[in-house]
T-cell receptor, first 114, second 109 residues
Framework: DVKVTQSSRYLVKRTGEKVFLECVQD?????MFWYRQDPGLGLRLIYF???????EKGDIPEGYSVSREKKERFSLILESASTNQTSMYLC?????????????FGSGTRLTVV | KNEVEQSPQNLTAQEGEFITINCSYS?????LHWLQQHPGGGIVSLFM???GKKKHGRLIATINIQEKHSSLHITASHPRDSAVYIC???????????FGTGTSLTVIP
């Protein structure tokens, strides 16, 4: 079974902390994505990466950065966490960039910034 | 801007009821997708459609390209169908795709 694993299911951090959300996939997929999901707003793309060390901004990159040093791992970094970054964060990977079918999502990390 | 609109936002049904969730979109698409997200957070893909109708067990998805509208139907609903259902569309341009805000379905025994 293909797997996308997010390191934490629940995380509570303080305002101003540096936060790392880790995502690992075992499918040798080129493409990896970070989304946040908020009530009434649905899934919004933060960053995606189509190759090692490559990254592109999604719709809402402000306040976030990413790192892809190895093909299987895509990290989302909150340099200085703020309360408006409290959200559910979902990682996904895929063979393609334009088809949701064929994506595999992680289980999500619910981040609370206090 | 909401390229994908879903309705209703929340839905409660009695077990056994026939359920319909609607999705309208405003962009040109290569395909439309229905996703299911269970309370734990994980998302699975149910259907990918570019025309017509698809059926998988008690789930039926239809799309009308001219009207830019899709429906997801659940027949003989069951409490285990309780989840958030998300409509998403793949745009015609490369890696563009858009998500609806989701419909939270609760099926009561």
């Amino acid at each position: 079974d293909v797997k996308v694993t997010q390191s934490s299911r629940y995380l509570v951090k303080r305002t101003g902390e540096k936060v790392f959300l880790e995502c690992v996939q075992d499918m040798d997929h080129e493409n990896m994505f970070w989304y946040r999901q908020d009530p009434g707003l649905g899934l919004r793309l933060i960053y995606f990466s189509y190759d090692v060390k490559m990254k592109e901004k999604g719709d809402i990159p402000e306040g976030y950065s990413v790192s892809r040093e190895k093909k299987e791992r895509f990290s989302l970094i909150l340099e200085s966490a703020s309360t408006n970054q409290t959200s559910m964060y979902l990682c996904a990977s895929s063979l393609w960039t334009d088809r949701v079918y064929g994506y595999t999502f992680g289980s999500g990390t619910r981040l609370t910034v206090v | 801007k909401n390229e994908v609109e879903q309705s209703p936002q929340n839905l409660t049904a009695q077990e056994g009821e026939f359920i319909t969730i609607n999705c309208s979109y405003s962009v040109g698409i290569s395909a439309l997708h229905w996703l299911q997200q269970h309370p734990g957070g994980g998302i699975v893909s149910l259907f990918m459609l570019s025309s017509g109708k698809k059926k998988h067990g008690r789930l039926i998805a239809t799309i009308n390209i001219q009207e830019k509208h899709s429906s997801l139907h659940i027949t003989a609903s069951h409490p285990r169908d309780s989840a958030v259902y998300i409509c998403a569309v793949s745009g015609r341009e490369g890696n563009q795709f858009y998500f609806g805000t989701g419909t939270s379905l609760t099926v009561i025994p």
